[in-house]
């Protein structure tokens, strides 16, 4: 076959650590399916030619009645077959009319893929008779590409490329290959739709022309972010980029606050803002419907895919305190941003010079240093993306009784009500300090000094940590201002305020906490101050440099649930990644992360 640029179809299966299964898998002895390799297309004009692979030097007539020894290719210690599908009689041929696709009547998915093509070459279940039906009437046609890559550019895939070819071949479910069962309806055109409908905005523009991106808030796994798109099928000219950081889309607050239920609203604003309804929020994106914002924030994609590979390179400007660490794979360019803002992702193509666009996008003419790879200068960038990655939450939590309005009231408190207990034990689980092991949120575990027990949670859907900094398990001093309970809760940036009331005006009022590092207040108040209570009523307040964040609250009365438990630590964690994003912790941020890049960019010299 000339070398002819390939559009080339992978069928990916899971590979099993259980040997007797893959003997099953490739027993020809007991009438069972080779193993499919690949699929692999040229252009139009040219034939489909399927690889297979035999553990067993099995009779090609037996495999397939069409396959002779002149479709053998010798390879030690396997037997591989090539196929020309189209050398077929008529009634087998495939139509080459469509461009660049092949039509069938079923289409193919995933592992299905697999299946089906192992079933059309022999295999299970009374094989040879579905194999005599299936020379007749089966016409490869459309095959359903769902790893969604093309590959037009693409030739020959070196020994040198293949050692990174997971930044490609690691798509999974959420975006990727594989069946999903609650998109059997969704044809591979209806997910794109879906996926890129509503675009989000990069971080960065790219070089790339007629790039189009998806929407955040769908590509939730580490996989779907590794994934690009370039179809000539139905999006002709368009770049599917799922790779690049993109923007979070931000809401406003509106400040149309009337009658809050357990906050006062006298003379807060401009100061405060106070959430108690759909009406307080603009409302005009999608925010409300991420379960987590910025979760690609968690992903390790240095460590993954760059970390010790010998194709990644680096660029370092020194003045500017920034590292451009990059990948050529294929036909792109796959580059991770170090800079003082974070770590953020963009995708070029390999004609473009990554460094002049760097220059480009930032106005500045510096010239950058191209470094070697180094184990040390990488390991301390391992560091830096490791201190990025927020997995463990510490949370305030504050309870008020009837008609106390003051902190120091609220701190005297060790005595809580059983609706108060009720709460904890609903978003976390009371464990013994002593010993602990886990994440601790500053807690004493081994002399006792910060109490006898604490809350915990593992937010396991996240892998999140969650310890609560309860007042009431805090030691306790008479006569004094309780400054051990203000020292640990008075450093959470999102404080729980269990407030139980009396009558409408007794009300939560934020100006009495001292604290300069609390910028979220979720007020929490009971039905009833007993045990049967099972409602919730709740508004937020938080100081003006905080912006809107997920799920909003509901003016409604929510049940003590499962749902109610989960809808509570999404905004708490929400809350908390919302925080640190706006001032002052960017700025705190932004001051720490320029230190460690200059200490990782001098020690690179």
């Not at 040198?160 to 309806?185: C, P, V, Y």
């Not at 990069?202 to 590794?226: A, C, E, G, M, W």
């Not at 950058?368 to 939450?393: A, C, G, H, N, R």
Request: hydrophobic share 30%; proline share 4%.
């Amino acid at each position: 076959m000339s070398e002819t640029p390939r559009r080339r179809f992978s069928f990916f299966t899971k590979a099993s650590n259980d040997k007797k299964k893959r003997a099953s898998t490739h027993s020809f002895f007991r009438k069972e399916s080779p193993t499919i390799s690949s699929v692999t297309r040229s252009e139009p004009s040219t034939p489909i030619s399927c690889s297979i692979t035999t553990t067993q030097q099995r009779p090609l007539n037996q495999i397939h009645p069409s396959l002779s020894s002149e479709h053998l290719v010798k390879q030690p210690g396997s037997l591989k077959v090539e196929l020309d599908l189209d050398s077929r009689k008529s009634s087998e041929t495939m139509p080459t009319s469509e461009t660049n696709s092949l039509t069938e009547s079923k289409i193919y998915k995933g592992t299905k893929e697999v299946k089906s093509i192992q079933k059309f070459f022999g295999g299970s279940k009374s094989s040879e008779v579905k194999e005599k039906e299936s020379c007749k009437t089966v016409q490869l046609s459309k095959i359903s590409r769902r790893s969604f890559i093309n590959l037009n550019k693409y030739t020959k895939i070196s020994s040198f490329e293949k050692e990174d070819n997971q930044l490609i071949s690691n798509i999974q479910d959420s975006l990727g290959i594989g069946f999903i069962e609650n998109e059997q309806n969704l044809s591979y055109e209806k997910e794109i739709e879906i996926i890129f409908s509503n675009q989000s905005i990069p971080i960065y523009s790219s070089l790339i022309p007629s790039l189009v991106y998806p929407n955040k808030r769908l590509i939730k796994t580490q996989s779907s972010f590794k994934v690009f798109i370039d179809s000539s099928i139905q999006h002709k000219h368009k770049t599917y980029d799922c790779w690049s950081s993109l923007l979070l889309p931000e809401e406003l607050w509106t400040d149309n606050v009337y009658h809050p239920f357990n906050i006062i609203d006298e003379d807060l604003s401009p100061n405060y803002h106070i959430e108690l309804n759909n009406n307080s929020i603009s409302d005009k994106t999608d925010l409300n419907q991420y379960e987590i914002i910025n979760i690609d924030d968690n992903y390790k994609f240095f460590k993954e895919l760059f970390f010790g590979k010998s194709q990644t390179q680096f660029y370092v400007f020194r003045d500017n305190v920034t590292i451009l660490c990059y990948q050529k794979i294929l036909f792109l360019q796959f580059i991770i941003v170090f800079n003082n803002k974070g770590i953020h992702r963009v995708l070029l193509t390999n004609d473009d010079e990554c460094s002049k666009w760097w220059q480009t996008v930032n106005g500045f003419k510096e010239k950058p240093i191209k470094l070697k790879p180094k184990i040390k200068f990488q390991e301390e960038l391992l560091l830096f993306e490791s201190k990025l990655v927020v997995t463990q939450y510490k949370f305030g939590v504050i309870y008020m009784k009837n008609n106390q309005r003051s902190e120091e009231e609220a701190y005297e408190n060790n005595e809580c009500s059983p609706a108060f207990w009720k709460f904890m034990n609903l978003i976390g689980t009371k464990k013994p300090l002593k010993g602990w092991q886990n994440f601790s949120g500053g807690l004493d575990t081994i002399n006792g000094k910060t109490g006898e027990f604490m809350y915990y949670q593992y937010y396991d859907k996240f892998n999140f940590e969650i310890v609560y900094h309860v007042a009431p398990l805090l030691p306790y001093y008479n006569g004094e201002e309780q400054l051990e309970r203000k020292r640990f809760i008075g450093n959470d940036i999102v404080v729980i305020i269990f407030k139980e009331q009396n009558d409408e005006h007794d009300c939560f009022d934020p100006r009495v906490i001292s604290s300069n590092f609390n910028h979220i207040f979720i007020v929490v108040t009971p039905e009833s101050n007993d045990s049967l209570n099972e409602r919730y009523k709740i508004n937020v307040v938080c100081k003006s440099c905080i912006k809107p964040f997920p799920p909003f609250i509901e003016d409604k009365w929510y049940c003590h649930s499962i749902e109610f438990s989960d809808f509570l630590i999404r905004k708490l964690i929400n809350g908390d990644r919302t925080a640190i994003n706006c001032s002052p912790f960017i700025e705190r941020m932004i001051h720490s992360n320029e230190r460690l890049l200059k200490h990782i960019v001098t020690s690179s010299q």
